[in-house]
Nanobody, 125 residues
Framework: QVQLVESGGGLAQAGDSRRLSCVASGQSFNLYAMSWFRQAPGKEREFVARIAWRNAITYYADSVKGRFIISRDNAKNTMYLQMNSLRPEDTAIYYC??????????????????WGQGTQVTVSS
């Protein structure tokens, strides 16, 4: 069993920066990649960013490219999302996800095997 715990959410103003963290723990598992998704009220869960654990290759949604940075600390099994130049439309619950195998459809929630409980990020104008 794998546990993912997010932290770092909260209230922010437009233009602010904020950093989310996600710690993975549990019995031995194959950590292939980790991702951030988000879900705003009334909307579907959408892909934000992904990082391959072995080589740190990153992928971003167009809506956050150039503003958000995903990174990871191998030794701590921790993933980060540095969010800069926040906008009201970034308001959502942010979820951490872990994939144990390769999946070309990495932007789909179904490509991930484990999920965190989510952390709320609210950006006011």
């Amino acid at each position: 069993q794998v546990q993912l715990v997010e932290s770092g959410g909260g209230l922010a103003q437009a233009g602010d920066s904020r950093r989310l963290s996600c710690v993975a723990s549990g019995q031995s598992f194959n950590l292939y990649a980790m991702s951030w998704f988000r879900q705003a009220p009334g909307k579907e869960r959408e892909f934000v960013a992904r990082i391959a654990w072995r080589n740190a290759i990153t992928y971003y949604a167009d809506s956050v490219k150039g503003r958000f940075i995903i990174s990871r600390d191998n030794a701590k099994n921790t993933m980060y999302l540095q969010m800069n130049s926040l906008r009201p439309e970034d308001t959502a619950i942010y979820y951490c996800a872990l994939a144990t195998k390769v999946d070309s459809n990495y932007m789909s929630p179904s490509a991930n095997d484990y999920w965190g409980q989510g952390t709320q990020v609210t950006v006011s104008s």
